[in-house]
């Protein structure tokens, strides 16, 4: 398990919001705009003037990949699994790695509404993990 000292300082708001239950992405006070990948300036337009802004709604299913073939020991109970990009409407342009859990893989589709499942707060570093929707379950 990381230890918050060894995160990159500029990913700690981003972890900090995950383990609260919370996405959020770097924004940017000068211009506005958010961006991804956390840096010290904004990509924009050089301003340091930067703090997190977390994301209401939910994500949308970009584009995904089954993981199927275990590449270390400590994933053959884990497989398959799958990795997935996930976009937000409050972010645009922004694309985010995360991981999809509680969904058949024949039912994955792109556009699918998906939200953030409950983080373990206690690692540093959780897991960026979705599933889908409830509204979506319901339906």
């Known amino acids: 398990m990381a230890e918050l000292n060894e995160i990159n300082p500029e990913f700690h708001g981003f ?8 996405v959020a992405f770097p924004h940017c006070n000068a211009c506005g705009k958010l961006h991804w990948y956390p840096m010290k300036i904004c ?3 050089q301003s340091s003037d ?23 020991p400590a994933y053959n109970d884990k497989v398959p699994y799958v990795v997935a990009m996930v976009t937000f409407a409050e972010a ?15 039912s994955l589709k792109i556009g699918m509404s998906l939200e953030l499942a409950q983080p373990n707060s ?7 993990l979705f599933r889908p929707s409830k509204a979506l379950k319901a339906a």
């Open 15 to 22: 972890f900090a919001h995950l383990r609260e239950g919370r």
């Open 43 to 45: 990509p924009h337009c």
């Open 50 to 72: 930067i703090d997190w802004k977390p994301m209401r709604g939910a994500g949308e299913l970009w584009s995904w990949t089954v993981v199927r073939h275990p590449f270390s």
């Open 92 to 106: 645009p342009g922004i694309r985010l790695i995360a991981n999809i859990e509680d969904v058949p893989l024949d």
């Open 122 to 128: 206690n690692e540093a570093m959780p897991q960026v």
